[in-house]
Nanobody, 114 residues
């Protein structure tokens, strides 16, 4: 049984930075593509960044140039460096396996406000 634990969220001012981490226990995720998602209040969950098993990355246009996804298979973690944060980035952020998600974690809240 895979358990996903996201961390690193918080309250920052516009233009600030945060680094999110996701740890997967119960299963090694090397070999899988992993994804960061976010869900803002009243909106559907959306994908923001994907990383393939060899490190190929893909970003939604809304975060391209500001967010960087990375993975450390030895530590079973996937990270999301978020720079130049905007109020519209406010959401709960989740990670999961691409296309075939495991059980969802609790996510980590990111709030961008002055």
């Amino acid at each position: 049984q895979v358990q996903l634990v996201e961390s690193g969220g918080g309250l920052v001012q516009p233009g600030g930075s945060l680094r999110l981490s996701c740890f997967a226990s119960g299963r090694v995720f090397s070999g899988y593509s992993m994804e960061w998602y976010r869900q803002a209040p009243g909106k559907q969950r959306e994908s923001v960044a994907t990383i393939g098993p060899r490190g190929t990355t893909y970003y939604d246009d809304s975060v391209k140039g500001r967010f960087t996804i990375s993975r450390d298979d030895a530590e079973n973690t996937v990270n999301l460096q978020m720079n130049n944060l905007k109020p519209e980035d406010t959401a709960v952020y989740y990670c999961n396996r691409f296309l075939r998600p495991w059980d969802w974690g609790r996510g980590t809240q990111v709030s961008v406000s002055s």
